[in-house]
């Protein structure tokens, strides 16, 4: 397979390091960036793989899938200034959160073949959970490519509807923030009860992967494995009656719903079209 990469930050990383990983040759792998410092940490890493300050024809020939990684609110420019040399492109991969597949189409001279993609942050270590979504005009290799290179760094999941991605952004996008402001806590009420720093964070992050690993060992519902902890006028069942009397169940859930909405308004605002007068960086 033959990517290029437009934009060379964090999630392009991740997926660049999670394809050579798996057997990818770095040679058939490309990157267009206009910070010299962040093509000079690609090619350090990756010798093999060429990286660009531009756009040029010549950076797509035989490339099998261009994946867009640069910030949402640069996706609309870097998509006109890609759309000269999609008739060479098989199809386009787009890991900018909320941009939707028809605008990104309409910015690319209505080019059919858009792909869209939602991974998050575990991607950077290889346990990401990917939510994709393909336009009708994508065709069967163009999705075994995206496919295969979202897989490089955890799960994969197809979505036939385009809006699921707004689901998925609320769940597996922002999870992670979830997961950490867990952690966060449970460390502070450790070192508000006098444990030291280190011991704390490793408490927090013990408890963490031993709950997950309980959690997958057979298909018991988290409510029973809860309950199996919550010995009746026991300690747990203290604390479970406080999270229960200040509703944070329920404030839990909505704080997802809230990312799902958001996630549909960030959808209608990127998709404005901009008048743009001078060109700006493909990535940064």
């Known amino acids: 397979m033959k990517c290029v990469f437009i934009g060379g930050g ?20 490309k990157v267009v960036d206009p910070d010299e410092g962040q093509r000079a940490r690609m090619t350090a890493a990756y010798p093999q793989m060429q990286c660009y300050p531009s756009l040029a024809s010549n950076i797509f020939d035989g490339v ?3 994946v ?13 200034q890609l759309a000269p ?18 605008d990104l189409s ?21 346990a990401g959970h990917t939510g994709i979504y393909a336009m009708p005009g994508v065709n069967d290799a163009a999705r075994h490519c995206a496919h295969e290179l979202l897989e490089s760094v955890g799960n994969v999941v197809w979505l036939n509807r385009e809006e699921m991605l ?23 009420a450790a070192r508000s009860l006098n444990l030291q720093e280190e011991e704390a964070h490793a408490i927090a ?4 992967s031993g709950g997950l690993a309980l ?53 209608d605002e990127l998709g404005v079209d901009q008048a743009i007068d001078t060109p700006r960086p493909l990535a940064e």
């Open 10 to 29: 964090a999630m392009a990383t991740a997926l660049i390091g999670g394809m050579v990983d798996n057997g990818k040759n770095a040679a058939h792998i």
């Open 215 to 267: 959690a997958r060992h057979g298909n018991t519902p988290f409510a029973e494995l809860r309950a199996r902890v919550t010995s009746k006028g026991g300690t747990t069942e203290s604390a479970i009656r406080v999270l229960d009397q200040a509703g944070v169940s329920q404030t839990f859930q909505n704080a997802v719903h809230a990312a799902w909405q958001r996630s549909m308004e960030l959808g």
């Open 85 to 102: 040399f999609t008739p060479v492109i098989p199809a386009v991969l787009s890991i900018a959160a909320g941009v939707r597949a028809k």
């Open 68 to 80: 867009l990684a640069v910030k949402p609110q640069h996706l609309q420019t870097v998509a006109r």
């Open 64 to 66: 099998d899938i261009v």
């Open 166 to 188: 707004d689901i998925m952004t609320a769940l597996s996008g922002s999870g992670p923030a979830y997961v950490f402001y867990f952690l966060e806590n449970l460390e502070a």
């Open 205 to 208: 992050l013990s408890v963490l």
């Open 106 to 126: 309409r910015w690319l001279s209505d080019y059919p073949a858009v792909i869209r993609a939602m991974p998050n942050t575990p991607a950077q270590v290889g």
